[in-house]
C-alpha cells in the first residue's frame, strides 16, 4: 500500500533559521500530496497541496515541489518565525484516500 | 463559518463499555471521514462517507467499530465492548465533494478516548 515517510523530530530551530523538512512517498501511481499542519491547541489544517508532478505548492511562506524523479514533497520555508512552532504532517492523496506520515514536530525557539 | 466539531472533546469509560463519538460537519460537505489517531502517529483512515452511505470502511479495524450517517450531514462513530487499545484521538473531516485524492479535507478537534 501507500506510504509516507518523514523525518523525525523534534527538530528545534532559531528564529529567521531556513527550514527544511523531507518527506518521500511509495504508492501506486502518482498521487497529490499535502502538508498539513497541527498547530498547538488546534484541530490539523491545510498548509499546502500539489496534485501532480513539478507543481509547487506554496503558502505562509512555506513551499513544497512536487518531485515524480525523486518521489519526494520536502518542505521548505526561509527563515521561520516563533509562530510556526507546530507539528507538521505529510500527507499522500490517492483513490484510497488520504495516508499520513507520522509527523515532526518544529519547535523555533526566540 | 462554523467548521467542524467533534463532542464529546474527552471521554474516559471503562473496558468493556460501549461510546459513541459526534461529528458535526461543515454544512454542505458531502463526504466525511474518521480516522484514529495513536500518540507520536499520523492519523489513521477509519471510515469514508459520500453522503449517506459508506463508501469505503476498510479502515475499521474489526467488527466492534461501526459509524453511521443517517441523513447525510452528522455521524456517530459507535464502539462495542471498548479495549484499552481503543485510546487514541478520534478524528473527523468533511470535504465538499467526493476527490477522496485532492480534495483539502477540514479537520475537526478530535475526541480523545481513554479507555481504562
Known amino acids: 500500500g501507500d506510504s509516507v515517510t518523514q523525518m523525525e523530530g523534534p527538530v528545534t530551530l532559531s528564529e529567521e533559521a531556513f527550514l527544511t523538512i523531507n518527506c518521500t512517498y511509495t504508492?501506486?501511481?502518482?498521487?497529490?500530496l499535502f502538508w498539513y499542519v497541527q498547530y498547538p491547541g488546534e484541530g490539523l489544517q491545510l498548509l499546502l497541496k500539489?496534485?501532480?508532478?513539478?507543481d509547487k505548492g506554496s503558502n505562509k511562506g512555506f513551499e513544497a515541489t512536487y518531485r515524480k524523479e525523486t518521489t519526494s514533497f520536502h518542505l521548505e520555508k526561509g527563515s521561520v518565525q516563533v509562530s510556526d512552532s507546530a507539528v507538521y504532517f505529510c500527507?499522500?492523496?490517492?483513490?484510497?484516500?488520504?495516508?499520513f506520515g507520522k509527523g515532526t514536530h518544529l519547535i523555533i525557539q526566540p | 463559518g462554523a467548521g467542524v466539531s467533534q463532542t464529546p472533546s474527552n471521554k474516559v469509560t471503562e473496558k468493556g463499555k460501549y461510546v459513541e463519538l459526534r461529528c458535526d460537519p461543515i454544512?454542505?460537505?458531502?463526504?466525511l471521514y474518521w480516522y484514529r489517531q495513536s500518540l507520536g502517529q499520523g492519523p489513521e483512515f477509519l471510515i469514508y462517507?459520500?453522503?449517506?452511505?459508506?463508501?469505503?470502511d476498510s479502515g475499521l479495524p474489526n467488527d466492534r467499530f461501526f459509524a453511521v450517517r443517517p441523513e447525510g450531514s452528522v455521524s456517530t462513530l459507535k464502539i462495542q465492548r471498548t479495549e484499552r487499545g481503543d485510546s487514541a484521538v478520534y478524528l473527523c473531516?468533511?470535504?465538499?465533494?467526493?476527490?477522496?485524492?485532492?480534495?483539502?479535507?477540514?479537520f475537526g478537534p478530535g475526541t480523545r478516548l481513554t479507555v481504562l
Open positions: 473531516a468533511s470535504s465538499p465533494s467526493s476527490g477522496r485524492a485532492t480534495d483539502t479535507q477540514y
Open positions: 504508492a501506486t501511481g502518482y498521487p497529490s
Open positions: 500539489a496534485t501532480k508532478a513539478d
Open positions: 500527507v499522500g492523496g490517492g483513490a484510497d484516500g488520504l495516508t
Open positions: 454544512s454542505g460537505h458531502t463526504a
Open positions: 462517507f459520500q453522503g449517506t452511505g459508506a463508501a469505503d
